[in-house]
Each structure stands twice: as C-alpha cells, then as structure tokens.
C-alpha cells in the first residue's frame, strides 16, 4: 500500500518540530499566551554568537543546526553587529526575547557571551581582550570572513572600536557568584595561537569549568563534532537513542 513512500523517523521529528514552533507562535499572536507557557511548548533553542570579521552564517552555525534540528533544537544564529556597544545591547535584548536554553559563543564573541548573565553558556577559545588584541594587530579596513544578511563585505577598525571594546570589556566577570560559575563552561584549543585567556576563565569561573582539546583557534568540524556538540547536547540533556 505505501510502496514507494519512504516514511522516515526523522521526517516525523523535523514535522513534529515545525508544528509545536508555528502552534506556539499562533497561541502567542492570537490569544496572548504568556512567554513562559510558549516556551513550554516550542523546542529547545540554542543561541550562537559567531566571533570577529565573521557572521550568523558561518558553517559552525550550520553544522551545528543541521546536527541538532533533528533532535527537536532550534539554532538562532543573528550577523552581530560590528560597534561592540551596540553588539551588546542587541545580545541582550535578544536573550530577553528569545529566551534560549543555551548560547554557544566563540572567541569575540565569547566575550559578549560571557556578559549574558542567567543562561548556560559554552565560551570556545574566549577572546576577553578585543581592544588590546586589536590594537596590536592595527587599524583599518577589514573583511568579513562569512556572508552577512545586509550584504556588508567589508568594516574598518578604527580607535572608536577599540575604545568601545574597552567599555564593553569594563563590565566582564561581574557578578558571578557559584550559581552563575556553574552555568559557564570554557573550550580552550591547546594549539590557538591567536588567543589565549585561559588565565582569566580559571581566575573567575574556576578548572572545574574548563576543559582543554586539540586545537587551534577556530572550530573545524572534528572540534565541533568531537568536542563541542557533545557538551551542547549534555547542556540540553539530549538523550540520542
């Protein structure tokens, strides 16, 4: 009777998970259901923030999403804006309003992550010191490595930046206490030449919430496989069958 069809365990999942998300929007837009109610309804969500000169697109992104959309998770991954302040304050109005389950951040971004009180957080090969790292490396125009949503192919880095960078840096490592410590894990590559803030995670989060692999600075798809996807899916206590 159904020869020729092929009814796949994971084409009812991905149904599933399109239909929960679209009813809780409907409920949402319709009748007011309140936020905490949707967010009992729709999947789990992950929020990634990609890092310097990069964007929303970037393939780790991607990896990751088509590894998780499977098991019922969402990946937000927005184009961060380039002015640090403003790069901030969208993060934050952004975790207020999608309230994920987990944001996932590296290098530059990883220093926004760790601002984003209240969630848990992975920070991979953190990069706490933009300004100072930026200095050292000169000013001028810059190209994005991935391909922005507004179609931007360059940006420059001028002393404005940096000095954003400064204050946006200013508000790093406050406030946590060992509820908060407990939320925040650090990925180090032992080989990441262009960063290393291994000192200022274990001066404020602590060894228990850091874990070394082999690798360098930017995510490869064994990394992110082998090393950053298992914790993700312990972060959202995934169980695979």
């Not at 992975?122 to 179609?151: C, W, Y």
């Amino acid at each position: 009777m159904f020869d020729g069809i092929a009814l796949r365990r994971f084409d009812f999942r991905r149904a599933i998970c399109i239909c929960v998300v679209c009813f809780g929007k409907f409920l949402s837009r319709n009748f007011g259901v309140s936020k905490f109610l949707c967010k009992f309804a729709a999947v789990k969500k992950v929020l990634y923030i990609h890092g310097f000169a990069s964007a929303g697109s970037t393939g780790s992104a991607t990896q990751m999403r088509n590894h998780l959309y499977p098991k019922g998770v969402q990946v937000v991954s927005p184009d961060v804006p380039v002015d640090p302040i403003e790069a901030i304050t969208f993060l934050k109005e952004l975790v207020a309003n999608e309230q994920p389950d987990l944001i996932v951040a590296t290098s530059m971004g990883a220093l926004y992550g760790e601002q984003l009180r209240g969630v848990k957080r992975i920070l991979v090969n953190p990069s706490f010191h933009m300004a100072r790292l930026l200095t050292f490396r000169g000013l001028g125009k810059r190209e994005f490595r991935n391909k922005r949503q507004d179609g931007a192919t360059e940006f420059k880095v001028d002393k404005a930046m940096i000095q954003a960078f400064q204050q946006v840096e200013k508000e790093s490592f406050k406030g946590i206490d060992a509820n908060e410590k407990a939320l925040v894990w650090g990925l180090f590559g032992t080989q990441d030449k262009l960063v290393n803030c291994q000192s200022d995670f274990l001066k404020h989060y602590g060894k228990e919430q850091m874990r070394l692999f082999e690798g360098e600075h930017f995510l490869n798809d064994k990394v992110l496989s082998k090393v950053v996807m298992p914790l993700v899916e312990a972060s959202l206590e995934i169980q695979n069958k």
